[in-house]
T-cell receptor
Framework: GENVEQHPSTLSVQEGDSAVIKCTYS??????FPWYKQELGKRPQLIID?????GEKKDQRIAVTLNKTAKHFSLHITETQPEDSAVYFC???????????FGKGTMLLVSP | IAGITQAPTSQILAAGRRMTLRCTQD?????MYWYRQDLGLGLRLIHY???????GKGEVPDGYSVSRANTDDFPLTLASAVPSQTSVYFC???????????FGPGTRLTVL
């Protein structure tokens, strides 16, 4: 089945810096790649997603890039703010699979 | 519009007892999911249902059962709870496999 690896497991940055979280996937047929943010004590919520027919997608300070050849995708957060502190999960799904496979998460801490 | 709800919010349960966690969505989503979240292990899929009347096993199905009698409800049953089932349980729903999953607020279950 699909395997999703996520790195790093923890990431500490100063406010205003950029943060990058990387995920690799195993199934070359994967075609949908969402990112979820989970604040402490809250439920996961989708922040951005990308499909295999595009290489990059942006939404204000966040962007996701996809490299299908290398089978990896990354979340980029620019001008980080303390409210960006949370656990971020990547996920992937390929045609023929019934459910998303999630990475194990990255705890991002943004210090003022 | 409530979205997706779970009950109870939290529960302390004696080992060996039977417990049903409830999940209801009002978005008419076809797919529903149950995850457990333990510290450092991310979101692990227990069971899923891609449409009413069908269910499937996820990554960690042992000790759990589900039913999907209608579109809105997807209860998760622990037939005989064990301490290793202590976790936070999230229900989620989505229109289909490759669209945003909406998560419920979670149920914190402690098995003693």
């Amino acid at each position: 089945g699909e395997n999703v690896e996520q790195h790093p497991s923890t990431l500490s940055v100063q406010e205003g810096d950029s943060a990058v979280i990387k995920c690799t996937y195993s199934d070359s047929a994967s075609n949908y790649f969402p990112w979820y943010k989970q604040e402490l004590g809250k439920r996961p919520q989708l922040i951005i997603d990308i499909r295999s027919n595009v290489g990059e997608k942006k939404d204000q300070r966040i962007a996701v890039t996809l490299n299908k050849t290398a089978k990896h995708f990354s979340l980029h957060i620019t001008e980080t703010q303390p409210e960006d502190s949370a656990v971020y999960f990547c996920a992937a799904i390929a045609s023929g699979y019934s459910t998303l496979t999630f990475g194990k998460g990255t705890m991002l801490l943004v210090s003022p | 519009i409530a979205g997706i709800t779970q009950a109870p919010t939290s529960q302390i349960l004696a080992a060996g007892r039977r417990m049903t966690l409830r999940c209801t969505q009002d978005m008419r989503h076809n797919a529903m999911y149950w995850y457990r979240q333990d510290l450092g292990l991310g979101l692990r899929l227990i069971h899923y249902s891609n449409t009413a009347g069908t269910t499937g096993k996820g990554e960690v199905p042992d000790g759990y059962s589900v039913s999907r009698a209608n579109t809105d409800d997807f209860p998760l049953t622990l037939a005989s709870a064990v301490p290793s089932q202590t976790s936070v349980y999230f229900c989620a729903s989505s229109e289909d496999r490759v669209t945003e999953q909406f998560f419920g607020p979670g149920t914190r279950l402690t098995v003693l």
